[in-house]
């Protein structure tokens, strides 16, 4: 089969979250499988980008709006992530080096779907699936659909994927002159509450539409910034599969980003190592456990209760317990968190922004991972916890809830609890102490049988092959 997905991240070219982690994954398992995988992204000016070698392979132009541009595409020579990768280059807007975060991240990601549709309408041989994933690339099924230029393409399956659908891309109709000419007959299946919202839109022309875990996926119909009753209304089309982890890139055995590797027969020794790392890193007690956060710091990940949870936690549990937070985000919440390190040194630390092998050593070297999110699709944090032996403690919802067991229940393996609040919060800190220093069997037991679940991309690898089977 011959698939194409298209997205605005994909791991190690690019990545903010857990979409560049699947856009990495989902399309070397496929290749594997015996499929030709494609990915095409934006080519925004990152370190991957000068360090590899590219070739040439198409050169366009398109407009948008009354704003003529020119778009090249590059393909990496090598195959080195185990699927072809093609980069867009739109100058002026694509070639920047954050992926978002832009006054005109509107116009950028606008004119990178307009370059995909157009390259790929000079295509002599079509792919059998497009698939798209989260808003970004959300109008894509409508322009290959309704837009004049394109709609030859209008036979090609499209699957969609909803990582997050808190960000929809709003678009005012002011900027509706900036799509290339459509049937303005259509004008509905880009519009929710009278913008045009290219999340809704997806939903509406894509063929079938995925989220990233089976729970999220009943928690959209109730909770879904807005679109609740168009994902309660497409429920026949669409389908949670839950993401899986790169073995390749999360396994404690061959990290080499850690100090020290190990596998579930080694954990004991190979995790003592790595917190004797980080704790001379950042000022721990290498005997108390140690519990980290690591994400993006917002609402959605209940960042803002963090501050106040942890000193709680502290306070509560007598100092017996280090926290350590790897993340960036709010303001305020950074300025927060960074306060509480200095009140609390020696038992709270941090590093506000991004860091990838940072965010490796925590996974090994931490014995439990804070994940109290309002909202989480699917989470990936809480699968690479598992993968090197460190226990989640999650709030029950979405993803959390499909992947993690609380240990009071029969072969439980984590901490679950309900509220997003300090109280919670603090509460389960002291279970994971009790825990920790007073049930050692059942903690080793623990650490070494989450080690050994298989969150491996396989099964969900196959679950989409099996889907677009059904609509080729
Ligand atoms: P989301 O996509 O909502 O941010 P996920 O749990 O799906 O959340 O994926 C988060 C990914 O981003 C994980 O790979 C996590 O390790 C990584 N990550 C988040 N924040 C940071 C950070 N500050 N430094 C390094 N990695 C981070």
Same mark, same amino acid.
């Given at each position: 089969?011959?698939?194409?997905? !298209?997205?605005?991240?994909?791991?190690?070219?690019?990545?903010?979250?857990?979409?560049?982690?699947?856009?990495?994954?989902?399309?070397?398992?496929?290749?594997?499988? /015996?499929?030709?995988?494609?990915?095409?992204?934006?080519m925004?000016?990152?370190?991957?980008?000068?360090?590899?070698?590219?070739?040439?392979?198409?050169?366009?132009?398109?407009?948008?709006?009354?704003?003529?541009?020119?778009?090249?595409?590059?393909?990496?020579?090598?195959?080195? *992530?185990?699927?072809?990768?093609?980069?867009?280059?739109i100058?002026?807007?694509?070639?920047?080096?954050?992926?978002?975060?832009?006054?005109?991240?509107?116009?950028?990601f606008l004119a990178?779907?307009?370059?995909?549709?157009?390259?790929l309408?000079?295509?002599?041989?079509?792919?059998?699936?497009?698939?798209?994933h989260?808003?970004?690339?959300? *109008?894509?099924?409508?322009?290959?659909?309704?837009?004049? =230029?394109?709609?030859? *393409?209008?036979?090609?399956?499209? !699957?969609?994927?909803?990582?997050?659908a808190?960000?929809?891309?709003?678009?005012?109709?002011?900027?509706?002159?900036?799509?290339?000419?459509?049937?303005?007959?259509?004008?509905?299946?880009?519009?929710?509450?009278?913008?045009?919202?290219?999340?809704?839109? =997806?939903?509406?022309?894509?063929?079938?539409?995925?989220?990233?875990?089976?729970?999220?996926?009943?928690?959209?119909?109730?909770?879904?910034?807005?679109?609740?009753?168009?994902?309660a209304?497409?429920?026949?089309?669409?389908?949670g599969?839950?993401?899986?982890?790169?073995?390749?890139?999360?396994?404690?055995?061959?990290?080499?980003?850690?100090?020290?590797?190990?596998?579930?027969?080694?954990?004991k020794?190979?995790?003592?190592?790595?917190?004797?790392?980080?704790?001379?890193?950042?000022?721990?007690?290498?005997?108390?456990?140690?519990?980290?956060?690591?994400?993006?710091? !917002?609402?959605?990940?209940?960042?803002?209760?963090?501050?106040?949870?942890?000193?709680?936690?502290?306070y509560?549990?007598?100092?017996?317990?280090?926290?350590?937070v790897?993340?960036s /985000?709010?303001?305020?919440?950074?300025?927060?968190?960074?306060?509480?390190s200095h009140?609390?040194?020696?038992?709270?630390?941090?590093?506000?922004?991004?860091?990838?092998?940072?965010?490796?050593?925590?996974?090994?070297? =931490?014995d439990?991972?804070?994940m109290?999110?309002?909202?989480?699709?699917?989470?990936?944090?809480?699968?690479?916890?598992?993968?090197? /032996?460190?226990?989640?403690?999650?709030?029950?919802?979405?993803? *959390?809830?499909?992947? !993690?067991?609380?240990?009071g229940?029969?072969?439980?393996?984590?901490?679950r609890?309900?509220?997003?609040?300090?109280?919670?919060?603090?509460?389960?800190? /002291?279970? =994971?102490?009790?825990?920790?220093?007073?049930?050692?069997?059942l903690?080793?037991?623990?650490?070494?049988?989450?080690?050994?679940?298989?969150?491996?991309?396989d099964?969900?690898?196959?679950?989409?092959?099996?889907?677009?089977?059904s609509?080729?």
């Amino acid at each position: 089969m011959e698939i194409i997905h !298209v997205s605005a991240e994909c791991y190690p070219v690019a990545k903010a979250g857990g979409l560049g982690d699947v856009v990495g994954a989902l399309p070397k398992y496929q290749a594997e499988m /015996g499929h030709v995988v494609k990915v095409l992204m934006p080519m925004y000016r990152t370190k991957f980008l000068y360090q590899n070698d590219w070739e040439l392979v198409h050169e366009g132009g398109q407009h948008l709006g009354d704003h003529a541009f020119n778009y090249a595409v590059i393909k990496e020579k090598t195959n080195k *992530l185990g699927f072809d990768l093609y980069l867009v280059d739109i100058n002026g807007l694509l070639d920047r080096e954050k992926i978002y975060g832009y006054d005109d991240d509107t116009e950028r990601f606008l004119a990178f779907q307009i370059a995909v549709c157009d390259w790929l309408a000079k295509w002599q041989h079509m792919p059998q699936i497009i698939h798209c994933h989260d808003h970004h690339t959300g *109008l894509i099924p409508f322009m290959i659909k309704y837009c004049y =230029a394109f709609n030859h *393409l209008a036979s090609i399956p499209t !699957v969609f994927t909803i990582h997050n659908a808190q960000y929809q891309g709003w678009i005012g109709w002011d900027k509706a002159h900036l799509l290339p000419a459509y049937d303005s007959w259509k004008w509905g299946l880009i519009d929710w509450n009278h913008n045009i919202n290219p999340l809704a839109s =997806a939903i509406k022309c894509a063929w079938r539409v995925t989220t990233v875990s089976p729970s999220y996926m009943e928690e959209l119909k109730f909770a879904a910034n807005g679109i609740e009753n168009l994902l309660a209304t497409e429920w026949k089309k669409s389908v949670g599969i839950l993401n899986g982890i790169d073995g390749d890139v999360w396994n404690p055995q061959k990290d080499s980003l850690i100090i020290k590797n190990y596998d579930e027969h080694l954990v004991k020794e190979g995790k003592r190592r790595n917190k004797k790392e980080i704790a001379s890193l950042f000022g721990f007690d290498e005997e108390k456990p140690l519990m980290v956060f690591i994400g993006r710091l !917002v609402d959605e990940k209940a960042a803002d209760v963090l501050p106040d949870a942890i000193r709680q936690s502290v306070y509560q549990h007598h100092g017996n317990v280090n926290f350590m937070v790897l993340g960036s /985000g709010d303001a305020e919440v950074e300025n927060r968190i960074d306060a509480l390190s200095h009140q609390l040194k020696g038992y709270v630390n941090s590093y506000i922004g991004y860091n990838e092998s940072l965010s490796h050593l925590l996974y090994a070297g =931490a014995d439990f991972l804070l994940m109290p999110s309002r909202v989480e699709p699917c989470g990936l944090n809480q699968m690479y916890a598992l993968r090197y /032996g460190t226990i989640p403690m999650v709030r029950s919802t979405g993803g *959390l809830k499909d992947t !993690v067991k609380d240990f009071g229940d029969w072969q439980g393996y984590g901490i679950r609890f309900n509220n997003a609040d300090v109280n919670d919060i603090t509460y389960s800190v /002291g279970r =994971a102490i009790d825990l920790y220093n007073n049930k050692r069997d059942l903690y080793n037991w623990m650490r070494s049988y989450m080690m050994g679940i298989d969150h491996s991309w396989d099964a969900s690898a196959t679950e989409y092959i099996k889907l677009y089977e059904s609509l080729i």
